[in-house]
């Protein structure tokens, strides 16, 4: 059983508990079953099961503001990483179906004109339509920019062209928030929702994980889009992508903690109930060694995803170094969690069909997703540089 004393921690309001608690329950009693396997057909199946479901019980409002279906009257932060961490402890795809309705409707949510929001946002909330965010391409993973993707306005369209590769949901989902570059071979990127199945959109691979998830490659040629698709303005799609990131990117910790927390639970019952040498395994030190920096780097971690969240919901601030930093820890740290988690099942551990071998797989992703752990790193060197520089010039004056 997961500890659950940090859902009293100041970070939070009762209605969070209360979310918390009540989604756990669910998760027990009413999550579709997860079909195991590398089959394509099987696991898009299972996530198109899994939105309905989360969909149908009123999970995915979470997603999107009150006046489009949703909960809260802008996304709250800390509602979005309890629902992952929660979702992650029972089932990675389950916390990644409810993920990428977030992730791909949330730009919409930030920057959509009324019309735009009134067309997907409610779809997204009832689990009727599954999203995508389309940013990452062959040369332009970590360095974005260097995205070579186009989009050229005509008459009342823009049309696409270009490649889109590693998408979440790529295959099944039914529209993605797409990001190219609005002037020839410039800088300048704009973003753009693209129905799936329009002419010229095709799925020109789906591509095998080590934790299996609908991920494909995309390909655009002379796709028209609507040019009232447009989220936010033209030319400003970076901040909208990179802003869009910044409340995801705590949400991506908190599902690494979800993780770690049910390796830390697996671990505990394992080295409660393993005998050896004349005694169980939880006698050992070298055992309660593993189990305390486990919980050490589990609470450490979710200080770091709660206070990010908190700060963009009650202080309304930019997160961009609260967020990298919980993205960061969170996602490294559960992968030594569940390691250590893997290490105390011996050859059991490393069975298909054991929890912690699911889990050793599954997480990998996450320190890659969303901006690898180097970019965080990357990201938080420049708001401490660009900090320090403020505070320099500010006392000149
Ligand atoms: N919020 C809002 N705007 C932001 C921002 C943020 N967090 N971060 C940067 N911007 C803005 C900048 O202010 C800048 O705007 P101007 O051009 O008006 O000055 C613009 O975006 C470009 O910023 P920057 O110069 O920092 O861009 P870089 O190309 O150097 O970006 C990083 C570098 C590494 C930070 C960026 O490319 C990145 O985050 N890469 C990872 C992308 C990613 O997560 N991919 C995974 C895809 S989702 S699975």
Request: hydrophobic residues 45%.
């Amino acid at each position: 059983m997961a500890d659950k004393t940090f859902l009293d921690w100041p970070f939070f309001e009762p209605h969070h508990k209360a979310l918390a608690l009540k989604l756990d329950g669910w998760a027990h009693d009413a999550l579709p079953p997860i079909v195991e396997g590398d089959a394509h057909d099987d696991v898009d199946a299972t996530c198109r099961a899994l939105v309905k479901a989360l969909g149908r019980d009123g999970w995915l409002r979470y997603c999107v503001p009150a006046a489009f279906g949703g909960v809260h009257e802008t996304l709250d932060v800390r509602s979005l990483c309890l629902i992952r961490e929660t979702l992650g402890r029972h089932s990675g795809l389950a916390d990644f179906a409810f993920a990428m309705q977030g992730l791909g409707s949330g730009a919409i949510s930030m920057f959509g004109s009324e019309a735009l929001k009134k067309k997907y946002l409610p779809a997204v909330a009832s689990g009727e339509k599954i999203a995508a965010f389309a940013l990452s391409e062959e040369n332009a993973g970590s360095d974005a920019a260097a995205m070579t993707t186009s989009l050229t306005r005509k008459d009342d369209t823009y049309v696409v062209n270009g490649e889109k590769t590693w998408i979440s949901n790529g295959g099944i989902a039914d529209f993605y928030t797409l990001f190219a570059k609005t002037d020839d071979g410039g800088k300048k990127v704009s973003a753009v929702v693209v129905d799936a199945g329009l002419p010229g959109f095709e799925i020109v691979e789906r591509i095998d994980v080590i934790a299996p998830h609908p991920l494909g490659r995309l390909q655009f040629k002379n796709c028209e889009t609507p040019a009232a698709n447009l989220v936010g303005e033209e030319g400003a799609g970076f901040k909208v992508a990179l802003s869009t990131l910044d409340i995801f990117r705590s949400t991506v910790g908190a599902a690494a903690l979800g993780f770690a927390r049910r390796a830390l639970d697996e671990a505990t019952t394992r080295a409660l109930s393993r005998k050896m040498f004349g005694a169980t395994l939880s006698d050992l030190p070298i055992a309660q060694e593993k189990l305390a920096e486990m919980a050490l780097d589990i609470d450490a971690s979710a200080l770091l995803i709660y206070r990010s969240a908190w700060t963009k919901d009650v202080q309304k601030k930019r997160v961009t170094r609260e967020a990298a930093m919980a993205k960061l820890f969170a996602t490294d740290q559960a992968q030594l969690v569940i390691d250590k988690a893997v290490q105390l099942f011996g050859g059991l551990g490393v069975t298909k069909g054991v929890k912690v071998e699911e889990l050793y797989r599954e997480v990998r992703a996450l320190r890659i997703y969303e901006g690898a752990s180097e970019v965080q790193k990357i990201v938080i060197a420049r708001q401490v540089l660009d900090a320090f520089r403020a505070e320099q010039s500010g006392g000149k004056e």
